[in-house]
């Protein structure tokens, strides 16, 4: 008997097959900017080929174990992780994913453009990196926080250092079991201790990376008054002063189960009197402080749902490429070609939206305008993501959805997108608090409104479109900031702020196409078009989908 065996899918290299990826970076960054980052991003790319997906299937199938105890009683809480999450770590290092931003090198070389390179690296790495890119995202939050609060911690040069030996990743603990998204129920507290340290008290509900060598915990310092405003940033070592494991009073009491990010060891964590040293004054309110930590896991938040989207992709048309339906191959046929075209719309708009928010943390960190782009780049992205994960795994059948194939990760780890850093409905909050205390939508609505201009010409239909939607989104806008309280504006935060982040999406991606129809390359145009028609005309672009598809991909 002869048995059909159905090929895996393949995996072509991230960056040379990706023309998308390249045109956004030739014109971010200028041919010269692109042509200095080649080097870096194809020796990233033959990594994750090679032995980093061979790493990734490890640290998939190993997930991390917690000792707690020696065998004669003595509190451990030995963490212990698999070699290939040992080596992703020493990739994340060699790579400088963490690194690059901080490097004078670099910043010579592409100025405030280092930032759009290390997304790149982000975007092309993720997705195979079995969400090493998590530490890696907290690691760089950490940097940002110790760069602006305390630019002498030495900590600051492990974080940002090249070499594996030498490298360390930061967890980020801000969760309480009271009061994840409410943080100022937070009950952890902070008091002075020998050597300018402090001493915290108190647990931590979800702490990820809890293998890493030191975290950035909140904590509320003696005689600091109630509220989230109030709260300070504290640097947690994981070891003791001798090195060994752990630093006093610190237990992990156990590892979360969780649904995705499995090679990922997510912690409950105690602290009893933890030596902790404060990042920047702690008798000043401290949750501005940490907000530059936050905003930047947010935005690899968004570079991780944008890369795994494109990843999803390309392992959906690999299988498509070779499955045989309806007596065709199944990449020919109408409806799963409009299927995927929809996906690689959405993935060329997500990219576009990362790459936009990575874009302003290089220009602007603390403008108005990256203040809105972060919420909404986020929780647009996470959306999508966990979307495109759904119809990739429907993409491959029955094969989606057994775990060996490693096709159902895709759906497990996009869902923590939308909840870490900030639920959908909270950062849509956090929005309407971005609206009425700075100035970000006025740059959000003027892009919108140059896009749509430029686009008249060349595209009326989709023009008008963004005009339209534009025109409305002004209005709104302006009736949140007037009264962002009132029990209307708060119901429509979500809505208002999804189609906040769907115009934005639509303007950048109308930016690069009208670049790249200069220069003779219509597909930009076509995948921009289709983002704006459906996502802010609500049209059905079913059949141009299948019709353009290999344009779009
Ligand atoms: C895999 C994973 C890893 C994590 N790692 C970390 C980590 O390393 N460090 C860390 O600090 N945390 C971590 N977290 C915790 C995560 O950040 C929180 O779970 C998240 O912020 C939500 O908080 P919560 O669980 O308390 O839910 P809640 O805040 O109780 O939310 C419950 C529901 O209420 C809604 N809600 C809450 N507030 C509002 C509001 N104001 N308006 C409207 N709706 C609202 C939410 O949208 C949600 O649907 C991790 C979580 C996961 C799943």
Redesign the pocket.
Known sequence: MTRFVQDGPALRDPYTSDWQLQGWLERLLGPDGHAAAKGRLAALSADVLGPLRAAHHDAETHPPTLTRFDPWGARIDRVDVSAGWHAQRAAAARHAVVALPYQAAARDTWGAGTRIVQHALLHLWGPESATFS?PVA?ADGAAALLTTAAPDSPWLARLTATDPAVAVTS????????????IARSTTTARPGPDGRWLLTGD??????IDAAMAVA?ARPDGAGPGSRNLAPFLVPRYADDGALPAPGLQVLRL?D????RA?P?GEVRLDDTPAIPIGDPTVPGLARMMTLVVVTRLHNAAAAAGGMRRGLEYALSHAANRQVAGGVLADNPLHRATLGALAVDAAGAYALAAHAFTLLGADPTGDELRLVAPLAKLVTGRLAVASASEYLEAFGGAGYVEDTGIPRLLRDAQ?LP????????L??DVLRALTTGDGARPLLHRAEIAADAATTRLPGVADALIAATRRLAVDVETAAADPRSGRV?AG?RELALRLGNTLTAALLLEHAAWAADRGDDRPALLASLWTLRRLGGADVSADLHTHFDQLI
Do not use: R
């Open positions: 998590c907290m967890g980020q603990w801000m969760t309480e079991s009271q009061g994840g998204s409410d931590k509900w979800f702490c990820s990376a909140l979360k969780k649904l995705g990010t990922v997510t923590v909840i870490w850093e900030g639920t959908t409905n909270v849509s909050v708060v935060a």
